[in-house]
């Protein structure tokens, strides 16, 4: 696991922090830094308990050769109104109805992954986004859908883009071969640009051992009974 040693002022450090938080756990998909000699960033104290909504995507199986890695994504978002407490079963399904009728139905909510990272931050409001998008306006249009879910409305200049001059010779379209045990193997493909569609959404809830299911691609909204 990377460790990095930071000296300086907080006020001017934090920012550094969640520059550093957000480019490598996206770029480099690893498990988050460990940060010595500092505390930790107000912000992330502040939304450790709010309930977390999580939305699932993935790729259609027939859209992929027979050796392709299945595409997936994420989105998630906290609940800053609310605490584990101040939940209630009514709550909870107009959140599921909210998200099925946004995301789920006949028509699930598709994007399309790509090469370029784009980032949008809102700390009061509990949305700290990483895409992988193929363009700025696909990742506007996944950020507007989202932020919809509670009836809030992006404020652009909070969107951040990082990537590579020349994407598409950094990860190239087509993946490399190599030959294990005697046969041509396909590689994983880094940042493959595929389509992803809604499959699920679930709740975390601090206190409770299991995430809530709130809805599935196709399924009405279900409430498990406490």
């Not at 009728?101 to 980032?119: C, E, L, N, R």
């Given at each position: ?210 995430p809530i299911h709130l809805v599935g691609y196709g399924k009405s909204v279900e409430i498990p009974t406490f």
């Open positions: 696991m990377a460790r990095i040693i930071l000296k300086g002022p907080s006020l001017l450090l934090k920012p550094t922090i969640t520059q550093i938080l957000a480019e490598y756990q996206l770029l480099e998909n690893q498990k988050p830094l460990q940060f010595y000699g500092i505390p930790i960033p107000e912000y992330q104290a502040s939304v450790k308990f709010k309930p977390h909504v999580e939305l699932f995507f993935s790729q259609d199986r027939l859209d992929m050769l027979p050796e392709d890695n299945l595409g997936r994504g994420e989105i998630s978002f906290r609940l800053m109104n609310e605490t584990s407490e101040s939940l209630t079963i009514p709550k909870i399904q107009a959140l599921a109805q909210k998200i099925r009728s946004k995301f789920g139905g006949d028509a699930p909510f598709t994007w399309t992954k790509g090469k370029t990272y784009y980032s949008y931050i809102d700390k009061a409001k509990g949305y700290h986004f990483q895409l992988l998008t193929n363009g700025e306006p696909e990742a506007r249009r996944i950020i507007e859908s989202t932020m919809d879910i509670q009836g809030h409305s992006p404020e652009w200049e909070r969107l951040g883009i990082s990537g590579k001059a020349l994407p598409n010779q950094v990860f190239p379209p087509t993946s490399e071969r190599i030959t294990i045990l005697g046969k041509s193997r396909k590689l994983p493909q880094r940042r493959p640009i595929v389509t992803v569609k809604f499959r699920h959404a679930s709740l975390i809830v601090w206190g409770l051992v299991q």
